[in-house]
């Protein structure tokens, strides 16, 4: 799998949102991963080990950002 990510990637998780949506956008980057739903707005902060580990796919690469 690819490990590299951007920020404005759209991510599916192995696991869903209690809301009912699994597609997240990446809105930060660094030692931690900021993720928000795009069903809910909700945000979440998980480590990037975690977020590696519990990243299914890519939806949409954001390939405008170096």
């Known amino acids: 799998m690819n490990l590299v990510f951007k920020l404005g990637d759209i991510v599916e998780m192995k696991k869903g949102h209690p809301c009912g949506g699994n597609e997240w956008e990446i809105i930060r980057l660094g030692a931690d991963i900021k ?3 795009r069903n809910c707005g909700r945000l979440v902060m998980i480590s990037r080990a975690d977020f590696n580990k519990r ?10 950002n170096n």
């Open 35 to 37: 993720i928000k739903c």
């Open 55 to 64: 990243v299914k796919k890519v939806i949409f690469s954001n390939e405008d």
